[in-house]
């Protein structure tokens, strides 16, 4: 039997191309056919169709004949409700970022540090006020562009820091997103001085977002809570925000040093 081709930094040439495959294939709603998929990753178009037909003999991603596309298979959703269950938080905290979702009249995020990567783990809304589409549980990107991701890209030290972005980058997802680097790092340290991240149409043109941390007994950031709403409304309420903000992370803190308290060998919140 042949062997699988392996890199020399250890990945698996096939499975490297299967997973570009799905995230074309899940970048595009109605599906997207064999030869862009191809053409999108410059592929040929027999690997193309070997790749895709192992995704959908695994449930990845299914063929939609009548149409000539492929989309996202429903072995997907299984992934996404084993990521949930992974990230999930502590009773207490996730009662904490209800609170601050109830007090802020603000759709409200728990943010944690993953690896080395920054990701949403936990969501309150509600029909009134509905968390911004893009920031779900498992979110893990702009964190330049989010308060809650400032809050804990201003608790790295410098290396931490510039390897996160080195990784990252600094994508412009709205004209007044920061994008430069050593205004990033200005700001940063602004963020660390006042113990709260602010975000106006970074992420998202005409929504604002505020974020507190959350700190280990040691006081280091391992989190963020934020609230998210429309521009107009959050200057209006803006001290009444920042108020709940931050009683809302001193909430979390405290219910995270609680669950440590009662489990002092898991690891909780990281």
Known sequence: MGRATVRSSGTIASVTKALRVMEVVA????????????????????TTYHLLSTLIDSGYVVHLASEHRYALGYGVRRLDRGLH???????DVAA???????????????????????????????????????????FDESAHATAFGKVMLAGMDRDQLHGYLDGAGLAALTGATIVKRDLLERHLSHVREASVALEIGELQAGLSCMAA?????????IGSVAVSLPSPEFQARRWDIERAVRTGAGRVTRALRAAHRRAPSATVGS
Request: no cysteine; glycine share 8%; charged share 30%.
């Open 96 to 138: 904490a970022v209800r609170a601050l979702h109830v007090e802020a009249d603000a759709a409200a995020y728990y943010a944690v540090f993953r690896e080395a990567g920054i990701v949403i783990a936990h969501v309150a809304d509600s029909e009134r006020r509905r968390r911004v589409q893009l920031l779900d549980v498992g």
């Open 27 to 46: 970048a595009d709603p109605r599906g997207v056919s064999a030869r862009s998929i191809a053409d999108e990753l410059g592929l040929a178009l027999p």
């Open 213 to 221: 941390p959350v700190r280990s007994p040691g006081g280091d950031v």
């Open 85 to 91: 269950r992974q990230l999930a938080v502590e009773e």
